[in-house]
């Protein structure tokens, strides 16, 4: 699994790193050949496929590979794995964008009680002080403890049971072949 995961990387990177560029003297630079920009369908895939960041919540998704003969542990791993990221993607983007609100909502009132335009005389952004900005990450770090408390907890069950039935997948993989050989 994380051979999978490291070779999707490096792929997507490198397939993203070598798209077709215009040269000095207007010819066009091939692609790096058996790279591709996005993933195969999921039949055809050989590995894990990992994407650009989200917009929203920061976090690259995974499309995973199905396996040929996908067990049935493999595949409730598989759909674990995948209602995790989804759900952990669910959660950041919700965080993020109430944190993003009340940021602005921050700067905005600084910006009145200080009677300051929202841009200075060159052109650049006016924000708040480090002082004034560290009391607002306190304020809403304290304000959003309960839901990152609740959040971790689930967290932590999640991955706990993904490791349980990965370490189940993988003794099935080293003994199946044993256990075959004795018939």
């Known amino acids: 699994m994380i051979r999978s995961f490291c070779t999707a990387r490096h792929t997507y990177g490198a397939a993203r790193k070598n798209r077709p560029t215009v040269g000095g003297r207007g010819k066009v630079k091939a692609r790096a ?7 195969p369908p999921q039949a055809k895939m050989t590995h894990d496929w990992i994407g650009p960041a989200d917009a929203t919540s920061n976090l690259r998704p995974v499309k995973f590979r199905i396996p040929v003969g ?23 983007a919700n965080h993020n964008l109430k944190f993003n609100e009340e940021k602005s909502d921050f700067i905005k009132s600084w910006l009145e009680k200080e009677d300051l335009k929202s841009v200075h005389s060159d052109g650049s952004k006016r924000m708040p002080p480090a002082e004034d900005m560290s009391e607002f990450y306190s304020k809403f770090l304290t304000e959003n403890k309960h839901s990152q408390l609740r959040y971790q907890r689930e967290w932590y069950k999640r991955n706990f049971h993904i490791i349980y039935l990965s370490f189940r997948v993988k003794m099935a993989r080293v003994l199946m072949p044993r256990i075959s050989t004795r018939k």
Not at 33 to 39: D, I
Not at 71 to 87: D, G, N, P, S
């Open 33 to 39: 050949p058996g790279l591709a920009a996005h993933p």
């Open 70 to 92: 996908e067990t049935v542990t493999e595949e409730r791993l598989r759909r674990l794995r995948a209602e995790t990221q989804k759900w952990n993607q669910a959660f950041w």
